[in-house]
């Protein structure tokens, strides 16, 4: 089970921590990305890291400014977003998989375990 977490309203400029915890399972040799959708738009990549060697990827419109992270003894990955825009307003949600191949890691399609959203607003 994936818990996400640390969302709320935040003006622009501004900064945001949300968790993704795991129980049930160790992450330890999982991919998990952070996603984020807005109404009517389909679930949109934002980033991703590969718990077995820390690689991490990035969707463009974030890199820079948000970073993924993990801390292994707490069995949790961060997803620290800075300099937020009213365009990073969506709800937020992590997701796991033992199996996803680089080729698809910024696919929600590549991921089976997923957490329940967690609200980032972002006002101007």
């Known amino acids: 089970q994936l818990q996400a977490s640390g969302g709320g309203l935040v003006q622009a400029g501004g900064s945001l921590r949300l968790s993704c915890a795991a129980s049930g399972r160790t992450f330890s040799s999982y991919a998990v990305g952070w996603f984020r959708q807005t109404p009517g738009k389909e679930r949109e990549f934002v980033a991703a890291i590969r718990l077995r060697g820390g690689s991490t990827f990035y969707a463009t419109s974030v890199k820079g400014r948000f970073t993924i992270s993990r801390d292994a003894a707490k069995n949790t990955v961060y997803l620290q977003m800075n300099s937020l825009k009213p365009e990073d307003t969506a709800v937020y949600y992590c997701?796991?998989?033992?199996?996803?191949?680089?080729?698809?890691?910024?696919?929600?399609?590549?991921?089976?375990?997923w957490g329940q959203g967690t609200q980032v607003t972002v006002s101007s």
């Open positions: 997701a796991a998989d033992p199996n996803v191949i680089i080729s698809n890691i910024g696919s929600a399609l590549g991921y089976k375990y």
